[in-house]
Nanobody, 114 residues
Framework: VQLQASGGGLVQAGGSLRLSCAASGTAFSMYAMNWYRQAPGKQRELVAIIGTGGSTNYADSVKGRFTVSRDNAKNMVYLQMNSLKPEDTAVYYC?????????WGQGTLVTVSS
C-alpha cells in the first residue's frame, strides 16, 4: 500500500485546511485509515481514525474541529481541519495498519500562525 498525503500549508489561527491522502491498491475499502501528526520535539500522536464502515474517532484535542472522511471509489481519505490553532502545527501523516502491514505516507506540513 502506498499513501500520498497532500494539502498542508500555512494558515492563520482560526482558519481551515483540508488534507488529502491518496492510497494505492484495490482493497482500500477494507482498510481502516488513520491520521497522525508530529509536532516539533514531540511524539507522533493519533489524530483521527475512520473505519471501513465510516465510523470515526478523534483525539480529544481536535474533537469538534476536525472531520475525517473517505471516498472508497477514489481511494481517498480526507481530514477537514477547522478552527485551527497554533498548537495544531505539525507534520500530518496518513497511515493504515492491520494484518496486511503498517504503511505511512510521507507527511504534509501544517503551520498555523497566531
Amino acid at each position: 500500500v502506498q499513501l500520498q498525503a497532500s494539502g498542508g500549508g500555512l494558515v492563520q489561527a482560526g482558519g481551515s485546511l483540508r488534507l488529502s491522502c491518496a492510497a494505492s491498491g484495490t482493497a482500500f475499502s477494507m482498510y481502516a485509515m488513520n491520521w497522525y501528526r508530529q509536532a516539533p520535539g514531540k511524539q507522533r500522536e493519533l489524530v483521527a481514525i475512520i473505519g471501513t464502515g465510516g465510523s470515526t474517532n478523534y483525539a480529544d484535542s481536535v474533537k469538534g474541529r476536525f472531520t475525517v472522511s473517505r471516498d472508497n471509489a477514489k481511494n481517498m481519505v480526507y481530514l477537514q481541519m477547522n478552527s485551527l490553532k497554533p498548537e495544531d502545527t505539525a507534520v500530518y501523516y496518513c497511515n493504515t495498519k492491520g494484518w496486511y502491514g503498517n504503511f505511512w505516507g510521507q507527511g504534509t506540513l501544517v503551520t498555523v500562525s497566531s
